[in-house]
């Protein structure tokens, strides 16, 4: 069974970092990961995205302040944002891509506000 853990959400102030991780188990190989984002009342938007090669794909609005990373020992991706601004506020859904489906972490709120 396919599973995948978020950790690091929480309140920061504009300008602050947090560090999002996505641990994945119950799946074989190095597969793409990454973050897609919701905030109230509008549609999910990729945020990053790595592939199983290491090459990352960002969101105009996040590039320069947001790094995505892997440790595949691990299984498992980061995401240090930094340099937050109150529109990044929203919940982050991790995903692992396999075969035929992705899979998704449980989300995180990440909340940016003075």
């Known amino acids: 069974q396919v599973q995948l853990v978020e950790f690091g959400g929480g309140l920061v102030q504009p300008g602050g970092s947090l560090r999002l991780s996505c641990a994945a188990s119950g799946i074989f190989g190095i597969r793409p990961m990454g973050w897609y984002r919701q905030a109230p009342e509008k549609e999910r938007e990729l945020v990053a995205r790595?592939?199983?090669?290491?090459?990352?794909n960002y969101a105009d609005s996040v590039k320069g302040r947001f790094t995505i990373s892997r440790d595949n020992a691990n299984n498992t991706a980061y995401l240090q944002m930094n340099s937050l601004k109150p529109e990044d506020t929203a919940v982050y859904y991790c995903?692992?891509?396999?075969?035929?489906?992705?899979?998704w972490g449980q989300g995180t709120q990440v909340t940016v506000s003075s």
């Open positions: 995903y692992i891509a396999n075969t035929f489906q992705n899979y």
């Open positions: 790595i592939t199983s090669g290491g090459t990352t």
